[in-house]
């Protein structure tokens, strides 16, 4: 107990650093006022835009669940989604996905080994329908006449890409053939982590099976998954028009890949709530673009600023409220061990 203290201690302690730093190393007049230059109309846009997004994961959410043999309305799966991304912009390691677990064993008595290898699952289509997105991005901005300069980097990162995906795919039939290959692997890890993974790979495994023999339901899981990343570098496009008015649709794909890129450290965060990682990644992609040479990573970080706030406010006060409808104090109680598969079995039996 006292070692996850610390750990916590350290992981908050690196997060404030990481936001003085932000704040030493940005002109926070100028990201107001490119804040407020999106306007009444853009601010709206933008909520349409999150709202949708918000469906979206929802729906992709519910189809993991019919794999499972769980079949909910949408309506009683939006809460729990929207208190968990809220929870998640600022607990550690994705604690905010209790509350889609607990809730819908506490409201639908739906078993915790159904939530969580829906989750899991969940998380690893995001990574599928991320690098989708990116791709395609990729090679609209490999034909954009502005990236010849840059069309032999962007080549490398396709092929990467390619790569990525290909070992993926390997991966994923290894775990369906060779499953007890995994397992020796795992045990090559020490204890605390060993257990965690076992946990996860076993929800993994029992997600994948189900959806296998579901293929439409994973192609339109797939395809949600790339419906959201596409969504979300949409947004972060219309904040970047207003904090860069020379931008125009070539941009888009940069901006689009850029966005993907920034997303991974949401699916696998480092500090709560990703702060900082999110968008120094997304600056260090935007520099590449022809509208960004000469500009340092903090300028081009601006725009991702502004979408961590405008989510930040939109998830305070629709995941807030939906957090208290749900009964956070009693929801976030689990958020430790929520990936711990036996000791959810044991409290099913009781």
């Known amino acids: 107990m006292i070692e996850i203290?610390?750990?916590s201690i350290i992981l908050y302690g690196a997060t404030l650093l990481v936001l003085l730093i932000i704040v030493v190393f940005i002109n926070p007049t100028n990201l107001i006022?490119?804040?407020f230059q999106i306007g009444f109309w853009g601010?709206?846009?933008?909520?349409?835009?999150?709202?949708?997004?918000?469906?979206v994961r929802t729906y992709r959410w519910k189809l993991l669940l019919i794999a499972q043999g769980v079949h909910l309305p949408l309506s009683s799966l939006i809460m729990p989604v929207c208190s968990a991304l809220a929870i998640n912009l600022f607990t550690i390691a994705r604690a905010g996905e209790t509350v889609r677990i607990v809730s819908l064993?506490?409201?639908?008595?739906?078993?915790?080994s159904d939530s969580i290898s829906?989750?899991?699952?969940?998380?690893?289509?995001?990574?599928?329908?991320?690098?989708?997105?990116v791709t395609a991005s990729l090679f609209l901005i490999?034909?954009?006449s502005q990236a010849e300069e840059s069309s032999k980097l962007i080549n490398q990162l396709i092929l990467l890409l390619f790569v990525v995906s290909g070992g993926g795919l390997l991966l994923i039939i290894i775990i369906l053939v060779k499953p007890n290959f995994v397992y020796r692997i795992l045990d090559f890890f020490p204890e605390f982590l060993r257990d965690k993974l076992t946990s996860a790979f076993e929800a993994f495994t029992r997600g994948l099976t189900d959806l296998r023999t579901q293929p439409s339901l994973l192609i339109q899981a797939i395809i949600t998954s790339s419906a959201i990343w596409a969504i979300e570098g949409v947004m972060l496009y219309i904040i970047a028009l207003s904090v860069f008015p020379t931008f125009n649709l070539i941009d888009l794909p940069w901006v689009i890949a850029a966005s993907c890129v920034?997303?991974?450290?949401?699916?696998?965060?480092i500090l709560p709530g990703a702060m900082g990682e999110y968008e120094v990644v997304i600056g260090l992609v935007l520099i590449n673009s022809p509208h960004f040479v000469g500009i340092n990573v903090t300028d081009a970080a601006a725009p991702a600023f502004i979408d961590r706030i405008v989510k930040s406010l939109f998830l305070g006060i629709v995941g807030g409220y939906a957090t208290l409808q749900l009964g956070g104090t009693e929801l976030l109680k689990y958020r430790k061990k929520y990936t711990e598969l036996e000791r959810y079995k044991e409290i099913e039996q009781t």
């Open 105 to 112: 064993k506490r409201n639908n008595d739906v078993k915790y």
């Open 5 to 7: 203290r610390k750990s």
């Open 142 to 144: 490999n034909f954009s």
């Open 43 to 55: 601010a709206v846009l933008l909520s349409l835009l999150y709202a949708f997004d918000l469906i």
């Open 118 to 133: 829906s989750i899991v699952i969940e998380q690893v289509l995001s990574i599928i329908g991320l690098l989708i997105v």
């Open 262 to 269: 920034g997303n991974i450290t949401f699916i696998i965060p």
């Open 33 to 35: 006022n490119s804040f």
